[in-house]
């Protein structure tokens, strides 16, 4: 985007995919959403993603949250290589960066007020325990949900976890065809009634 600078933690995240040949990073568009989302997330909030790759939605989480010290961002990634690499950024007192398979981790972790998923394990895969981390009134992102004509794994898992989440009684989900595609969705609070009605929208 033009008329916007790239945050110092954005920029070295770009750099670490460059030289880690790290090629499966969230769009910019998705990331800024982010961190518009992270900026929401209530006093004594805590954040989740699940699938740090080289940082780049840490990065933008970060971003948003700015200096808050109240907050706790917990981010989870199985390659070691990976985790080494970005350890190796100073980020924020408040950013836990664990080196696991997030679904041994999942049910450990507590509940979450804006949950990120971007790996397969925990996304297309065990989906139901990272919706269990999602705090009533909690918000998900889920990204790369355009709808895609083609057969394979890969999109028939993303066809059935888009289903999943637009259909969930307990979410209210909308799905945009902007960006990757993504899909934002509130874990209904309790004593909330009413059937979930997943919007679309070409915008």
Request: glycine share 10%; hydrophobic share 45%; net charge negative.
């Amino acid at each position: 985007m033009s008329g916007f600078e790239t945050p110092p933690a954005v920029a070295a995240a770009m750099e670490r995919a460059r030289a880690e040949g790290f090629t499966i990073s969230s769009e910019d568009c998705v990331g800024r959403l982010l961190a518009v989302l992270a900026a929401a997330v209530p006093a004594g909030g805590r954040v989740l993603e699940v699938g740090t790759g080289v940082g780049m939605g840490t990065a933008w989480i970060v971003t948003g949250l700015g200096d808050r010290r109240d907050v706790e961002l917990v981010t989870v990634e199985r390659d070691p290589s990976l985790v080494e690499a970005v350890r190796a950024w100073p980020w924020p007192a408040f950013v836990r960066l664990l080196q696991a398979d997030v679904l041994d981790v999942l049910g450990r972790l507590g509940t979450f007020d804006l949950v990120f998923p971007d790996s397969r394990a925990g996304k297309y895969l065990g989906f139901d325990r990272t919706l269990e981390a999602l705090r009533p009134g909690g918000i998900l992102l889920v990204d790369d949900m355009k709808p895609v004509p083609a057969a394979g794994e890969w999109h028939e898992l993303a066809a059935e976890l888009r289903r999943t989440v637009l259909s969930h009684p307990e979410l209210q989900a909308i799905a945009m065809d902007w960006c990757s595609g993504v899909i934002l969705a509130a874990r209904r609070r309790p004593g909330s009634h009413g059937e979930n009605q997943a919007a679309e929208s070409d915008r």
